[in-house]
T-cell receptor, first 111, second 112 residues
């Protein structure tokens, strides 16, 4: 089982739609969770950290479910500019500690 | 402006050559990282450094070397021992190890 798994997509949605991505992780000891956004041929950029109590930033909401070991990202009122790949990132809290990146979920927002 | 600067943006290497990718940060971050990204794949950790004069191998360190002589700088050398060096190389830094990481714009290395 991969340490971090994401549905690669693509998710094709119209402008204004609400879309949600899930990401599962295998290490129950993980403590830090993040969502990054990566545009084509660009560097990843931090979108938001994910806290136990959830986190909301404008149209973006991130949730953590420790019992089921997944994190989610909800995007409301999608914009064309939201088209990108969204990377789920989890820290490996045991053994060789590092940030583990998922392969990303691609979102395409159309007019 | 504060940030992470990678250079060059594009780099072409002949087979058998060593090349060095530059990474500089002025964020006063202790930790720095080098990742490699191949098409359709996630980021893979090459090397990381938690503090000046210290660095550790990541998952795919073979064929690469680094140094951390200054807090601001973490150059990566891609040696001739790296069999498939063509990739997108990303440098990142964070305040402490495994906290939010911030990335440079990347270097695209192509072997010709």
């Amino acid at each position: 089982r991969k340490e971090v798994e994401q549905d690669p997509g693509p998710f094709n949605v119209p402008e204004g739609a609400t879309v949600a991505f899930n990401c599962t992780y295998s290490n129950s000891a993980s403590q830090s969770f993040f969502w990054y956004r990566q545009d084509c041929r660009k560097e990843p950029k931090l979108l938001m950290s994910v806290y136990s109590s959830g986190n909301e930033d404008g149209r973006f909401t991130a949730q953590l479910n420790r019992a089921s070991q997944y994190i989610s990202l909800l995007i409301r009122d999608s914009k064309l500019s939201d088209s990108a790949t969204y990377l789920c990132v989890v820290n490996r809290a045991t053994g060789f500690q590092k940030l583990v990146f998922g392969t990303g979920t691609r979102l395409l927002v159309s007019p | 402006d504060g940030g992470i600067t990678q250079s060059p943006k594009y780099l072409f290497r002949k087979e058998g050559q060593n090349v060095t990718l530059s990474c500089e940060q002025n964020l006063n971050h202790d930790a720095m990282y080098w990742y490699r990204q191949d098409p359709g794949q996630g980021l893979r950790l090459i090397y990381y450094s938690q503090i000046v004069n210290d660095f550790q191998k990541g998952d795919i360190a073979e064929g690469y070397s680094v140094s951390r002589e200054k807090k601001e700088s973490f150059p990566l050398t891609v040696t001739s021992a790296q069999k498939n060096p063509t990739a997108f190389y990303l440098c990142a830094s964070s305040i402490k190890i495994n906290t939010e990481a911030f990335f440079g714009q990347g270097t695209r290395l192509t072997v010709v």
